[in-house]
């Protein structure tokens, strides 16, 4: 109680003067002073200080990336080096294990400094400057931010009284431990973990002496002593010099080793902690696009706040673990194949070039997105990319080789792309939920005069405003049933088939398995669908992801699960967070599902299970590339603006989209084996390993509607 009133009293008078010394003094500011200082508050409000959020690989080993506002991550101070302990007290507060949160010796000292017109000494303690900086983290207005900054008597006071009063709560440990992680060290690096790895590239625990004397002497100026530059080099490393020279004084360490440590001639990393996804830490795995894919899923989810601005803070800030779904196997085959297709001859795609193959894959039964990649490195360095071949861009850069659109997922600004006759499978699907089995027949012609209005100019029309679809040159005519007209992509089998179950019902399906109706035009059919003729072979946008996790529903027996990019979230506590766990639930019944997959086995050259797929389909090489049972289906646009390729087992669904993205209204022609090759390699590289794990085969009800 001696010590509180002495401190009291004294801070009205000499504080005041020693800190603000063109201040005027008065007895009657004394009192005050007292009398302000026994009303102050003696209990800090402590929020987190901003943490770096670490997004691993789903090993839960492979770190991909790090968020963050300020670099920083706190360690226990078992895992500093002693030295870095040491070091620290030498250097801001010799009797810091003396005094109670106050020096008041300290204070005498700079006053009297201060009055000799020496240069101006503040006497903080190193408990005051923790809950300076404590306070100012804490602070929940910008006003409250300068009240704890402001050089004024009132905040000086506070400081103190806070100082003394966290001193009884907390050991010189803990205190010690809590300012070593809160400090700035400049360069980018908040708290001694960062600054040991942004300076040495070590753990703090691993620092030497030399280097744990230049850190601490960093913290009375960090940006001006910064050893990472050549002005801040010579500061710092003479104020390493002060502190191995306090070290002795307090006997730390001896002359000797004073010597020695001055002599050590360190080598500065100076190398800022890598932020962000475009500073992805595996770049061989062109992982980038699913590291944003997360970021912006992240912004979507309440859990992490009420406003996409309060849930960005939060990843930047809030020390999170992250487990990402990216399985490095699949992800190192994506991107791999994503670049470059075997045997496809002079077809092949590279980095380079306009056109880009898009590649997504889904696990079915969580929506966990194992990949994402493309021919095209995330980054927004446009400095040496190529022309844009959009003629509305003409003379801009386009988005290759770099880019950080996301073409895969879709975002704002990016629809997708049309995926041709791989929409078919929603028509299959709603034939069957309509009672029609696998087996039920349509009359395949080269045209089909649909009841679909269309304008009369259009290239479809025939017989005035009907749409009037055709097959592709040389396809068979004749009767067709659901496996064969999926096998060789029949358009005259599924536009009939589709009018007789109702395109409502078609887009009603797509919906359920995930399809997103994202330019406005496609939403507003989608909104009254019932004249959507041509919804069946795929003049709707999507994207690999979307398409992806479609197929993978019907893989799952009907259960769709949003895309998710996480296996598991933990806060800064350790504690696990929902928000990733699979969010999923039965869309179409599991015998149906099962139906329609066993007919998608005729287009990849897999069998169904009632051996009906027919002799030819358009991807037959797959089942032998795969070498396991798989399903998919191809799809092209008119004219080839854009090729698309979907395959699925039990166990992962690849879909990939090939078209210029820059341009898809191209008039260049896509090759089909460059997107099936990218797609069918990447299945079989991602399972390899696993087991070999077969459909189940549907009723006979569903497949040729009888028991």
């Known amino acids: 109680m001696a010590s509180l009133l002495l401190c009291g009293l004294f801070a009205g008078v000499v504080v005041a003067a020693a800190i603000f010394p063109g201040l005027a003094v008065s007895g009657l500011m004394a009192k005050g002073g007292a009398d302000t200082f026994e009303d102050l508050p003696t209990s800090l409000d402590v929020l987190p200080s901003p943490q770096i959020s670490y997004i691993y690989a789903s090993d839960g080993k492979t770190l991909l990336a790090m968020m963050y506002d300020e670099n920083r991550r706190d360690v226990p101070i078992a895992d500093v080096s002693p030295y870095m302990a040491q070091a620290i007290v030498s250097a801001e507060d010799t009797r810091f294990y003396e005094h109670r949160g106050v020096d008041l010796k300290g204070v005498a000292r700079a006053f009297v400094n201060n009055e000799n017109g020496g240069d101006q000494q503040g006497a903080s303690t190193l408990t005051m400057q923790y809950v300076r900086q404590v306070t100012a983290y804490s602070a929940k207005t910008p006003q409250e931010v300068v009240d704890a900054t402001a050089k004024t008597p009132g905040r000086k006071l506070r400081e103190m009284k806070l100082a003394m009063a966290l001193e009884k709560k907390l050991t010189k440990q803990q205190i010690l431990e809590r300012y070593l992680n809160i400090s700035s060290f400049g360069h980018g690096a908040y708290g001694i973990y960062a600054a040991a790895h942004v300076y040495f590239g070590k753990d703090p625990k691993d620092l030497t002496l030399p280097e744990s004397a230049l850190i601490a002497g960093l913290v ?196 997708g792309y049309q995926a041709g006759s791989s929409f078919k499978i929603f028509t299959a699907v709603a034939a069957l939920e309509a009672g029609l089995p696998l087996s039920h027949t349509e009359d395949v012609q080269d045209q089909f005069v649909s009841d679909y209005p269309i304008s009369a100019s259009s290239p479809a029309a025939c017989n005035g405003p009907h749409y009037c679809p055709r097959n592709s040159t040389g396809d068979p005519t004749g009767t067709f049933d659901m496996w064969q007209g999926f096998g060789l992509s029949l358009n005259t089998y599924f536009v009939p088939l589709e009018q007789r179950v109702g395109a409502d019902k078609v887009v009603d399906v797509a919906k359920r398995l995930g399809i997103q109706f994202r330019s406005p035009s496609d939403a507003a059919f989608a909104k009254d669908a019932k004249q959507w003729g041509a919804f069946t072979l795929g003049v709707s946008d999507t994207t690999p992801l979307d398409l992806a996790n479609a197929y993978a529903t019907l893989a799952a027996d009907g259960v769709y699960c949003a895309p998710t990019p996480v296996v598991e979230i933990k806060d800064l506590n350790g504690n696990k967070i929902n928000a990733g766990d699979p969010q999923c639930h039965a869309v179409v019944e599991p015998d149906i599902a099962r139906a329609a997959v066993d007919m998608a086995r005729c287009p990849v050259g897999d069998q169904s299970a009632f051996g009906a797929c027919p002799n030819g389909g358009t991807a037959t090489g797959v089942r032998d590339d795969v070498g396991r049972p798989v399903a998919g289906k191809t799809g092209t646009t008119d004219s080839g603006k854009s090729a698309t390729f979907v395959a699925m087992t039990k166990q992962l669904a690849v879909a990939g989209i090939l078209t210029d993205p820059d341009n898809p209204q191209t008039d260049r022609t896509m090759s089909h084996p460059v997107v099936n090759n990218a797609v069918a390699y990447t299945l079989k590289a991602a399972l390899q390993g696993q087991p070999v794990v077969d459909f189940t085969p549907p009723s006979r009800l569903r497949a040729f509607g009888s028991d």
């Open 220 to 415: 009375k100026a960090p940006s001006t002593n910064d050893p990472a530059t050549a002005d801040g080099l010579p500061r710092a490393v003479a104020r390493e010099g002060y502190v191995l020279d306090q070290m002795v004084a307090m006997h730390y360490i001896t002359a000797q080793q004073r010597t020695e440590a001055k002599a050590t001639k360190l080598t500065i990393v100076g190398q800022r902690t890598p932020e962000g996804c475009e500073s992805v830490q595996r770049p061989d795995l062109g992982a980038g696009f699913l590291c944003d894919y997360l970021r912006r899923w992240w912004l979507d989810q309440p859990a992490f706040g009420a406003d996409s601005f309060e849930r960005e803070n939060r990843l930047r800030a809030g020390g999170y673990t992250i487990v990402s779904s990216l399985n490095l196997q699949t992800q190192a085959a994506a991107f791999k194949y994503a670049k470059d297709q075997p045997n496809v001859g002079g077809a092949k795609v590279g980095m380079g070039n306009p056109e880009a193959v898009m590649v997504a894959a889904v696990e079915p039964g969580t929506g966990r997105v194992q990949a994402l990649a493309t021919n095209r490195n995330f980054s927004n360095d446009q400095s040496a990319n190529g022309p844009s071949t959009n003629p509305s861009r003409k003379g801009q850069k386009g988005n290759y080789p770099n880019t950080t659109v996301p073409f895969i997922t879709g975002g704002p600004g990016v629809p």
